[in-house]
T-cell receptor, first 112, second 114 residues
Framework: RKEVEQDPGPFNVPEGATVAFNCTYSNSASQSFFWYRQDCRKEPKLLMSVYSSGNEDGRFTAQLNRASQYISLLIRDSKLSDSATYLC?????????????FGKGTKLSVIP | DARVTQTPRHKVTEMGQEVTMRCQPILGHNTVFWYRQTMMQGLELLAYFRNRAPLDDSGMPKDRFSAEMPDATLATLKIQPSEPRDSAVYFCASDRDTGFGEQFFGPGTRLTVL
């Protein structure tokens, strides 16, 4: 089983749609979870951290299910500018471990 | 606006040549990472340093790759000799060692080995 797995997509959605991405991870001892965004031919950038209680940032909602080792990202009211690849990222096990393992990403295209 | 910088941004070279990529982390960041990204493998960690000391380079092919941090403002990744399978985008990233996991990436070096 790969360490971090994502549906590669592409997800093609109309403006205004709600879209959800899922991710599973294999290391049950993982401590921290993130979603990064990568625009075409650019570097990855942190979109949001994912907390056990779930967290929201504007149109974006992230959820973590430790029991199922599952992370999700929900985007509401999609904008054209949301078109990008979304990378699910998991920190290594143990305090002080700074190794991030990246999923291969899910590509989103928001169409007018 | 503090940023990670990388040079060169693009590099085309022939198989067997030496390639050196440079990275300047954000001032005050004490952890530096080198990643490689390809379509097939995605983003892979090659090596990382904390306070200039190499902590893990298990992701790096040892026979041809080497990574160093000669000082706090410069990290280098060298490939010698280069091979066509090394063609990829190489990213450098840094963070403040806060444990919160936000790594700041440079713009990458797009390497093509012919």
């Amino acid at each position: 089983r790969k360490e971090v797995e994502q549906d590669p997509g592409p997800f093609n959605v109309p403006e205004g749609a709600t879209v959800a991405f899922n991710c599973t991870y294999s290391n049950s001892a993982s401590q921290s979870f993130f979603w990064y965004r990568q625009d075409c031919r650019k570097e990855p950038k942190l979109l949001m951290s994912v907390y056990s209680s779930g967290n929201e940032d504007g149109r974006f909602t992230a959820q973590l299910n430790r029991a199922s080792q599952y992370i999700s990202l929900l985007i509401r009211d999609s904008k054209l500018s949301d078109s990008a690849t979304y990378l699910c990222v998991v920190n290594g096990a143990g305090a002080g471990s700074y190794q991030l393992t990246f999923g291969k990403g899910t590509k989103l295209s928001v169409i007018p | 606006d503090a940023r990670v910088t990388q040079t060169p941004r693009h590099k085309v070279t022939e198989m067997g040549q030496e390639v050196t990529m440079r990275c300047q982390p954000i001032l005050g960041h004490n952890t530096v990472f080198w990643y490689r990204q390809t379509m097939m493998q995605g983003l892979e960690l090659l090596a990382y340093f904390r306070n200039r000391a190499p902590l893990d380079d298990s992701g790096m092919p040892k026979d041809r790759f080497s990574a160093e941090m000669p000082d706090a403002t410069l990290a280098t990744l060298k490939i010698q000799p280069s091979e066509p399978r090394d063609s990829a985008v190489y990213f450098c990233a840094s963070d403040r060692d806060t444990g919160f996991g936000e790594q700041f990436f440079g713009p990458g070096t797009r390497l093509t080995v012919l």
